[in-house]
C-alpha cells in the first residue's frame, strides 16, 4: 500500500493508510498534536469521548477537496491521501476547543491544592493551555462520596470526566471486569459493580491511565506532591510484568511508583500492582538514572543541586542556540 | 584599562601648597562636617521605645490565617514551598478526620508547617502563590534570638488565634 500524504497545520507528512489524524499529528510533533483527554494509543476503541481533539478538515482528500462540514474528531478520523488539517492555525477549532475545555470544566472541582494528581494532570495542562480563565456555570455542580476501589485505589467521582480509559482497562489488560460507567449522560458515572473490589493484578494501571486524579493510589495519598519528588527509572525482577517503573524518591525514601510514561503522557508497559503498591523499599529497585523531565514542568521547579535531569524543549531556547 | 563607573580618581604626589601643608584649615574643615551633624536628623532611631512608621503592605513575619469559622485555610498545597525562592519552607500534609471540620476548611491540611526565619528573604512569594489566602506577610518583625532552632517558625508560631482578638488584620495586603 502506498503512503498517505496529509498536511496539518502547514507540515507535510505520509503515513500508513489507517492512520488516524491524531497519530498523523503526532508524529509531525508536539507543536501540531492536538491534546486529547480520552484517546489512549494503548487502549483500543478509546477515544471519541472528550472532543478536546477536534480539527477542522480544509481539504477531504485529493480526490474529494471539499472540505469537512464540520470539525471532527481527529483521534476517530483516518487520513486521506491529500487531506489538509487546521489545528492550532484555525480560529475556529481553538475556540470550539476552548468551549470543550469549559463543558469538561462544569464539573469538575477546583479542588487541585488538595489533588495527589495536580502537576501531572492532564486537566490542568490542557485547561491552562486551552481554556478560559473563568467558568461561566452557575448551578451546583455534582459530588459524589469517594468510594475504594479495592485497597489500593480510590474513586473520586467528583473529579472523573468520563474518559472510559480505565474501564478500556479493566476490558482489555485484566479478564473479568468488575466496573464500568452506570447511568447515561448528565448522571453516568464510574461504578464498581455493587462494590466490588478490583483485585486484579493490573488494575492499577487505571491510577496511571485516568487524566485526573478520580482515581488515585491510596497508598500515596496526601504523601507529598509531585513537584516535591524526583521520579527515577527503576527496574526489578517482576514474574508479572516488564519490572520497569518509576520510582518517586523524597531523598532515599520511595514515596510512590509508576508507569514509565511518553511523551504523550501514555504509559510505555503497565506495571503489575505487587509494582505498584508493595515494592517501596529501595532495596526492591535497581536505579537506572534520574528521568527527563521537561524543564516547563512543576515536577522540573525549584530542585536546585539534585541530579535530576532537567531537559529544555526546542521551542524554549533561544534561537542562538538552535542554529 | 578604562574604568567602568567614570568615578576613579588619578592620584599624584604633586606637593602640597603652603595653605594645605599648614593642615588647620582642613582640620577646621573637618570639624565644621562633624558639627553640621549635630544639627541634622538622626539616621538611627531609639528602638524599641521609638519605632519606624512601616508602610501598610511591609512583608515581615508570616501569618497562617483562619477562615470565618475559625478553620485553618492552609490545605498543604506545597505551593509556597515550591515557590520559595530560599526553600525556607515545609510542610507534611495530613487528611482530615470526621468531626475536624470545624477545625480544618479542607481535607487536606498541613500537620507540620515549619518556615526557617533565617532562610526566609521576606520575598512575599509564598503569599502570592497560596490559592487558598491562607499564608500572609505581616507588619510583624520577627525577633531575634540567641538559638538557630528558634528560627524554625511551626504552626505554634505562625497560624493566628481562633479569637477575634487574636486575628492577625491582613485586609490592606489583600487589596492591592
Redesign the interface.
Known sequence: MSLLKVTIDGKTIEVEPGTTILQAARQIGPDVAPPAMCYYTKLKTSGGYCRTCLVKVTKGSEKDPRPMPKLVASCRTTVMDGMEVQNYSSEEVVEARKGVVEFLLINHPL????CDQ?GECHLQDLSYENGRSKSRYEFKRRTFEKIDIGEKIQLHMTRCILCYRCVKVADQLTPGRVHGVINRGEVAEISTYIQNAVDNEFSGNMIDVCPVGALTDKTF?????V??LKPVDAHRDCDQCSGKAVVWKYGNEIYRVTGRKDQWGEVDEWICNTCRFEKKSPSDWVEEGPRKINRHS?IS??H?GSKTRFVASPESLPQKQLS | MKSLSNRSKVVSDKNMTLLEGAYLPAVVKGLGITLKHFFRRPATLKYPEEQREFTEVYRGKHVLKRDENGAERCTACGLCAVSCPAEAITMVAAERKNGEEHLYREEKYAAIYEINMLRCIFCGLCEEACPKEAIFLTKEIAPADYEREEFIYGKDKLVEGVEPAKRIDVSKRQDR
Open positions: 479542588d487541585c491544592p488538595i495536580a495519598r496526601f504523601k507529598s506532591r513537584w516535591f512543576v521547579q525549584n536546585y
